[in-house]
């Protein structure tokens, strides 16, 4: 059995001790900042998605060139009227 873990954004003090959870039996999804979080804790990783706005260019396509799945949704903007 596969045991999947979902990496967000936030502040990186406070996440645990990732390496109880790095193993074979382990898959990662990276979602928004924390594709680009596990890349710098080269932790490998099955998918990636989310609008990404919070990574450049560059670290997209590194997203891009390291992880087979990745899946880039559009940011909506909500029009809001005033009453």
């Known amino acids: 059995m596969k045991i999947v873990?979902?990496?967000?954004?936030?502040?990186?003090?406070?996440?645990?001790?990732l390496a109880?959870?790095?193993?074979?039996k382990s898959i990662w999804i990276?979602?928004?900042g924390g594709a680009k979080r596990l890349l710098h804790l080269n932790i490998p990783?099955?998918?990636a998605l989310g609008d990404f706005d919070s990574l450049t260019e560059s670290e997209l396509q590194s997203v891009k060139e390291k992880v087979a799945d990745v899946r880039v949704f559009r940011r909506k903007k909500i029009k809001r009227t005033r009453k």
């Not at 954004?9 to 001790?17: H, K, M, N, Q, R």
């Not at 109880?20 to 074979?24: A, D, F, S, V």
């Open 30 to 32: 990276g979602v928004d």
């Open 5 to 17: 873990n979902i990496m967000v954004g936030g502040p990186a003090s406070e996440l645990p001790d």
């Open 45 to 47: 990783f099955e998918i």
């Open 20 to 24: 109880p959870y790095t193993t074979e």
